[in-house]
Structures are given as C-alpha cells and as structure tokens.
C-alpha cells in the first residue's frame, strides 16, 4: 500500500471511528486500502469559506461537501450566530438549485439551525440565488444559506452563507465562522436533533414580492411596448431560473419568450452540456440552435443558481455573437446612465462598482457621467459591501464582474441573473426602437470612451498537487516578475497579497490601499493590463487580458476589433 501522511490518516481514521453512517466509513476503508491518493485530496484540508463560500467536490472526507461537512460547517455557524445576536430571534432562509444532493445538504442545514434554536425560512420550491439575498433582508433574518456550486460541473457542490444584509459573508464575519466551525473536533459536537416546530417555508406568494421590485427597475416601457413581439430565446440550463427568468421578462412586457425545453426541467446531472456554464459558448448549442429557428433578437441563460446569466445576439451576417460579461456590463452600465441622465437623475449623489480584473471601460463611462465607480476585488459580496457601506448615503445604479454576473438596484445584495436578463431585454428593444443594433451601440461608446477588449484564460490544477502548482506560480510572478510582455514593456505591477505597487523602470514602490488578495497586475506601455488571480471557488489559475485603442470611426469597428484580438492572443500566447 502507498505511504499515506499520518496526518491525513488520522484525520481518516477519526471519522471512522466518528458517529458516522455505515455507508460513508466503508467507501473512507476503500480509499484507504484502494485510492490513497484520492484519500489525500479528501483529507489533506478542511472546505473554506472562499469568494463563493464553501464549495467542492461531493464525497467522504473534510474536503468534500457532505452530511458532516455541511453539518459542521452549519454547526459553526449557528455558534457565531447565537453569539453575535444573545438574547435575540434569529432567522435563517434558506433555498437551494437544482443539484444532485441539494434537497439533503438543504434539509441538513435546516435541521441543525433549529437544533440551536434558530427558526428557518425554507423556500418551498428551489429557487434563484437573488430571490434567497431577497429574502434575508425582507424577512428581517440574521444570516441565509443557498445550496450550489454555481456554474461548476455536476460533481460539485456548495453552500453560500450570507449575513443579514443579504450579502455572502464577509471578513470578519467569514474567519470568524471557519473558527467556530474548527472548534468542532467531533462529530458528537454537531448538534443533530431538529426542533421542527422552528421550520416554517417560504410559500410561493414571496414570488410576487421579489417580481414586483424587479419590475420597478424598467426605465423603457414605452419601447418595450412597440417591441414587445421582440423574438427572446431562454435557457435556465437545467437550474432554477426557468420558472423567475420568463416571469421577469412578462413582467417587463415582452410575450414572445421562447423556452430551450431539452434545458427546461431541473436536473443536477446537467444532461445537454458539458459544463452548466453560460460563459462556455458549448452550453449555449441548443437556445443558438432555438434561437434560429424562431429568428431571435436575443439569446438568454443562467447558470444553475440563476445568479449568471448569458446574452447573444444577432451579428448581421446569419449568425449569432455571444456577449461576453464586459461587453453586456458595459451595455447594461452605458444604458442606466443614459437613462438617469435623460431623466435628470444624476446630481452627483449616485455611484457604481465593479471588479479588478473586470473592463476599466465601465469606470470610464462612468467618469464620463459624473458618477463614481468603486473598484473592488472579485466576488460579488466585495460589491455588495460598498452597497452597504454607502447604505442612506449615496445611490446605487448598478455594476458587476466579468464572470457574467450583474445588478441592477439594491433590494438584491448579489448578482442577480432574473432581473439582469430582463433588463438586457430591454437596452436590445429599446436601440431597437431608435433603429439600432448592440453592436451600433457599443461602436458609439468605444468611439466616445475608448476601445477596450477582454480575454480569459483559466488553467485547472485538481488536487493538492494542484494548489501546490498554483501556489508556485504565483510565487514565481512574485520573485521573478516580468519586465516585458509579448515585447511590450511593464510599467507597474499591483501586488494586491502585498499591498505594493511597484514603477519597474524606477524600483519605486507605493502603498496600494486595499484588503489583501492572491492577485497580480502587470500594466503594460500601451495600456494593456494582465491579471492573474487563482480561483476561490474552483481548481484554477485565471488569467485576465484587457487591451485597449481609440476608435476614431464607427465604421472601423470591425478592423479595430481585429487588431485587438490579435494583440490579445499575443498576450495569451506569451502565457500559455
């Protein structure tokens, strides 16, 4: 038998010996005797909360999501509940997707919660991840858990903590609940015996509440009216959002939703696609494949969860183009602003935020209304803290990543792939309607506010062999970084873990006044700027390209494009 660490053996061996169930210690026996290096990457580290909580493969092990992982994880929580509100009613809701072992993971979560005390909101029917930020804060509830992983594949699973202002948890609320979580060394620690006269659900009227507010968000009605016929294609990829997506859509006042069937039923297996991923063009196949058939204006989708979504559009020569999120981030943030400003809005008390490694095109248009654009690390719940902080201060408009995730007003703490898709349903008729086409749209603004283009690569690297890998890449940018991409010279590298802003030709070094995190930036000479960034909810390295150009002629879209894309793989192969 291989050498397994004695660590991780041991970490093995106290769950067999653990109240565990049968099922559970027989298939740690086998990894044990058969796979030990399965064992290892099961055992070698406790789940933690990342960008999107916890999150991981399904299996046995303190590395995997199970019974005992959400069990302990919901155990931790509970803790750091009953001792951050004494004395109090606490209320947690909780909801979950479509994926496989989702009703046990929720239902686990429920029966610990109540267990402590604390009295659950439970949503009847699974639903969105923005309906479950909702929530939190209509019901007046202390904290709320969502059940998925996302858009990852079909062996993964996850749980989403938020707080009680409807955002996922943040420092120190995040330590503090892993601290808790690892006072647990037993799994007799767990308190197990559900109370169930503590579970109450959430019954299907809370629909009409969350619709209502996302309704109020359209800025356009009267061009919804004239292209209300307006042909849309949706796909909820097998996830929650088929039944709240079409609603929001009817809501806005568009009748010609058209629905991916193949893709319409909840199912965790996710049986049409590779990956339940919007951003993947290969998930989108069969609503392309819909989409010409009905003749479509726009192509929508949402990943499991209902809090990503996906946009494609018609591209002039029979085909469809699929947005990417910076592009549909700009359209969305260029339209509100437009909008606001018309409506003579916009008196300076307004702001919106984005992501570090999202396009700086947004903080431009932003520049050019007047409005302040925070600029804060990836994850969303980074986003929803500036909302916070500025809470019956300042206004928010919108904002969002690159990772295809957007809002549209406050009442959601996360992004929110429902109204989001409504509201790109409405910026596609309302051009429209002025005789203008999304790529029209974009021309103009690259024309007023530069020419900026986006890439992505990301590299898995599974297992502890894996971070490892990661770890040492980064670590090689850090001792050895370099003076010059692709023959383009380095100016400056942002070291985000740091907190260090190095000028290359000079040595000089500034402050760089944010929190802390795993992240590099390399700004080149002609504008160009690399990030690299290991995941927190996946087993992968991301790298980030954005070039830029002035556009000085509509007409050269097109050309201007080309040239951009071409320095982009230039960069990527430099990577690669």
Known sequence: MTSIDPIILSKAESWLSG????????????????????????????????TGGLRGLMGVGTNRMNVYTIGMATQGLANYLLKCFPNETIKVAITHD????????????????????????????????????????????????????SHNPKEYNGYKAYWEDGAQVVSPHDKNIITEVQKITSFDQVNWKKNDSLFHYIEEDF??????????????????????DMPIVFSPIHGASGKMVPAALRAFGFNNINIVKEQAEPDGTFPTVIYPNPEEAEALTLSLKLGKAVNAELI??????????????????????????????????????????????????????????????????????GVTCFSVLTGFKNIAAIILDLEGKKKFIGGGEESYGYLVGDFVRDKDGVSACAMVAEVIAYYKSKGKTVFDVLAEVYQQFGFYKESLISVTKKGKDGAEQIQALMNGFRVNPPSEMNGVPVERI?????????????????????????????????????????????????????????????????????ELQEKLEGLKKYFS
């Open 98 to 149: 479509s994926r496989i072992n989702n009703t046990l993971f929720a239902k686990t979560t429920a029966d610990v919660l109540t267990a402590n005390g604390i009295t659950v909101l439970y949503f009847k029917e699974m639903r969105p991840t923005p309906m479950l930020s909702f929530a939190v804060r209509h019901f007046g509830c202390k904290s709320g858990v969502m059940i998925t992983a």
């Open 494 to 562: 942002v070291d985000v873990k740091e907190s260090t802003i190095t000028h290359v030709k000079t040595g000089k070094k500034e402050s760089l006044q944010m929190d802390k995190s795993n992240v590099m930036q390399f700004y080149l000479s002609d504008g160009s700027k690399i990030s690299a960034r290991p995941s927190g909810t996946e087993p992968k390295i991301k790298y980030y390209f954005s070039v830029n150009s002035p556009l000085a002629d509509v007409k050269d879209y097109r050309k201007k494009e080309a």
């Open 300 to 369: 929508l989708a949402c990943d499991p969860d209902g809090d990503r979504y996906a946009a494609a559009v018609p591209n002039g020569t029979g085909e469809f183009e699929l947005l990417n999120g910076n592009q549909t981030g700009t359209l969305l943030t260029y339209y509100l602003l437009s909008r606001w400003k018309e409506a003579g809005k916009l008196n300076g008390n307004q702001f919106m935020v984005n992501t570090i490694v999202t396009t700086e095109l947004i903080d431009e248009i932003a520049k050019g209304f």
């Open 19 to 50: 109240n565990v169930d049968d099922q559970t210690k027989s298939a740690i026996r086998n990894l044990i005797n058969e796979n030990p290096t399965e064992l290892v990457d099961s055992f070698y580290q406790d789940l933690e909360f990342g």
């Open 207 to 228: 629909d009409a509440i969350y619709m209502d507010l996302v309704k109020e968000l359209s800025l356009a009605p009267e061009a919804i009216k004239a292209q209300k």
